[in-house]
């Protein structure tokens, strides 16, 4: 029978921490029932929709946060090892430079004490004050590189912390079973992407943003094998449909769909150059180069990305290490090939100054609780529209195929979806994934829009390499099944279980 405690009599102090803890728990759900009933009825024909489809996200989540993913530790092991080294020569290096450059003594480049004083006592570099003190941060780093005489030293530095990051992720905790799990936070972010974090049981992290290398940690179970579906050009094609549904321009949305959008804007910006009409030939032409070694494809693709969202040529130029000169170079030939960029630009301004709100295409509602006009909030509206339209494309299709069980859902990086199944039923399953990660949206005169996924499948989560990675991700082809799995020592041999 269930115990009753009037709280209104009884002493906390007397109470056990059993009962404190129940007491906790019921007013947790209690509030919660009553904020609940306030804020149900005042959600309208947006809103309401958004709750529903964030409420029905809960059980692929929690299926992708209770299985979590196995992890080769024997590959683990071999890349810390292989960044150790890389620390050891790049220590090596460092303080020679420093030692027999400079005269100094001694020198440990994670002091912060030592750092600045090679690059304001040594090199004579005005310091750069952060709180009003002289700063080593990132930031700080990066405006250093600047000059000439400190550049060596920077980017000795900042590879050596790169790497010391990199040996963070992949010391992060593991559960007994050799699986690494994430808790995914369906309600995390304004957008309706996806975060993640630490998982329930306090091992795991962040999975949604472990960088190429470290990767190849992450194996499919004994028998199975991944598919990873990555979106194509995925928010540059929600800019496009975004433009043609407010103004009716195709161009963007045109260049999207061309096959190789790159090249087509790098057709349109510089239309002076010798282009022929047949893609393959044109996109040589495009890879010929602009700046240095960089291409014209390459600069439609670096810059035009953040140009999209508004970005400034000094914001870019710090994102992309190119110089200002050149952004300021690009943009005009950009936006007057794409002149609805700043239409959207004038309209998001509009949108937030008389409603205080923005809709993206596929109804999600967000309000803006900054300053009206303001530039950055602006920008943030801007990305905003682009992502959330991306995780509703990407999570209704995430959705289908978990209902349809077609494949195991394993992982969700944002624009990507990560799913294992049978190796022997790849050709039967891969087609079937790839129609359910079609998501249809209809446009203003009827026009259908959807965004294609490229399909990779692999027994890890790594790039193949033939050499280095020859279980890593490679292009899916039809009835190419010469691949075998190498052998490791460290897969465990037990069956997945599917949770129903």
Not at 8 to 21: C, F, G, I, M, V
Not at 285 to 292: G, H, K, L, N, Q
Not at 380 to 407: C, G, K, P
Request: proline share 5%; aromatic share 10%.
């Amino acid at each position: 029978m269930a115990k009753i405690i009037d709280t209104s009599t009884t002493d906390p102090n007397s109470l056990s921490e059993w009962d404190r803890q129940q007491i906790y728990n019921g007013l947790d759900c209690c509030l919660t029932h009553e904020i609940f009933q306030i804020i149900h009825p005042q959600l309208d024909a947006n809103t309401g929709p958004t709750y529903e489809f964030s409420k029905s996200l809960q059980g692929p989540a929690l299926e992708m946060r209770l299985r979590g993913v196995l992890v080769d530790q024997r590959r683990k092991a071999e890349v810390i090892d292989e960044y150790h080294d890389q620390i050891e020569r790049l220590e090596t290096n460092l303080e020679r430079i420093i030692l027999e450059g400079l005269g100094r003594g001694s020198f440990n480049w994670r002091s912060n004490a030592d750092l600045q004083d090679v690059f304001y006592n040594r090199l004579g570099i005005r310091p750069i004050i952060r709180q009003g003190r002289p700063t080593v941060n990132r930031d700080a780093l990066e405006r250093l590189e600047s000059y000439q005489i400190a550049r060596p030293i920077v980017r000795h530095i900042q590879a050596l912390r790169e790497l010391g990051k990199k040996i963070g992720v992949l010391k992060t905790e593991i559960d007994p079973d050799g699986r690494i799990r994430t808790s995914y936070n369906i309600a995390g972010t304004n957008s309706g992407r996806f975060s993640s974090s630490f998982s329930e049981f306090g091992s795991g992290g962040n999975l949604q943003n472990i960088e190429e290398s470290l990767r190849s940690i992450f194996v499919a179970d004994a028998g199975y094998k991944f598919a990873k579906c990555d979106g194509a050009q995925i928010q540059s094609r929600i800019v496009g449909a975004i433009e043609w549904n407010l103004f009716s321009d195709a161009r963007y949305l045109d260049a999207c769909e061309s096959g190789d959008l790159h090249t087509m804007v790098a057709k349109m910006c510089w239309p002076n150059l010798p282009w022929t009409g047949d893609l393959k030939h044109d996109k040589d032409i495009a890879e010929t180069p602009f700046y240095r070694h960089y291409t014209h494809r390459f600069m439609c693709k670096k810059i035009g990305h953040g140009s999209n969202f508004k970005g400034q040529p000094p914001t870019i130029s710090q994102q992309t290490k190119l110089p200002q000169s050149v952004i300021e170079q690009f943009q005009p030939k950009y936006f007057k090939a794409f002149p609805a960029h700043y239409r959207w630009f004038e309209w998001t301004d509009s949108q937030i100054r008389k409603h205080g709100y923005v809709v993206s295409l596929d109804g999600r509602k967000r309000w803006h609780f900054g300053r009206r006009g303001d530039d950055a909030g602006i920008r943030d509206m801007l990305a905003y529209q682009a992502q959330a339209t991306e995780a509703f494309i990407v999570n209704t299709a995430m959705l289908d195929i978990w209902h349809s069980r077609t494949a195991i859902i394993m992982m969700h990086d944002h624009d990507a979806l990560t799913f294992m199944y049978p190796e022997a039923q790849e050709d039967e399953i891969i087609p079937r994934l790839m129609a359910q990660l079609r998501v249809p949206i209809t446009l203003n005169s009827g026009r259908e829009f959807i965004v294609p996924f490229d399909c990779k499948v692999g027994w890890n989560k790594g790039e193949y390499n033939e050499k280095t990675n020859p279980d890593g991700l490679r292009d899916y082809k039809a009835g190419d099944n010469q691949r075998r799995r190498a052998p490791k020592v460290s897969i465990l041999d037990r069956p997945v279980r599917r949770v129903s």
